[in-house]
């Protein structure tokens, strides 16, 4: 198969013009193959992103907020994780991976789609003992303000990912 050198089209090997845009074929140069495969990898990701369930994609949103406040904290005053408790640093893990788990849930065959939901949930709740463990330390929370904020926001959400997820999974088994 052979494609277009200006819409990137595949068209047949014999044909001599673009059955998109109309334009002449010829031999391709190194240029048009890379914006080719750049297309099409493109047109990969927007198609993966489609067919995700809608818990699928609030997970993966969520973990980017997770991600960006983890961080947030050390660019506002440079608060110490460390005086908090170790688990703080696992944050960040357990985002990626619930986003893991959710591309799970898109791939899987029923029963990996069901335990992969659950094993989201249960990666969601082993936030709250980090909770617990940061209200016991009292004024720590103070040096992680809009961070632990924003982290326990994308957790929650992610326990909202996961229970739509799980909708969306008795829906399907229904049909």
Not at 66 to 95: D, E, H, K, Q, R
Request: proline residues 2%; contains cysteine.
């Amino acid at each position: 198969m052979a494609f277009c050198t200006k819409c990137g089209e595949q068209n047949t090997d014999i044909a001599q013009f673009c059955v998109k845009c109309g334009n002449q074929m010829g031999a391709m140069n190194s240029s048009a193959s890379g914006s080719v495969a750049s297309s099409e990898s493109q047109t990969f990701v927007v198609e993966l992103i489609r067919s995700l369930y809608p818990g699928s994609k609030t997970i993966c949103v969520s973990a980017v907020v997770i991600i960006i406040s983890f961080f947030l904290p050390y660019y506002g005053n440079g608060a110490n994780a460390v005086t908090v408790g170790g688990l703080w640093w696992l944050m960040p893990i357990y985002a990626l991976l619930a986003v893991g788990l959710a591309y799970l849930t898109h791939i899987g065959e029923m029963s990996a789609k069901l335990f992969s939901t659950a094993a989201t949930i249960a990666i969601a709740m082993l936030y709250a003992p980090q909770i617990l463990i940061i209200f016991r330390g009292g004024n720590e929370i103070a040096g992680f303000g809009i961070g632990f904020y924003g982290i326990s926001l994308g957790f929650l959400a992610m326990v909202v990912g996961a229970f739509l997820n799980l909708w969306s999974i008795t829906k399907e088994m229904e049909t």
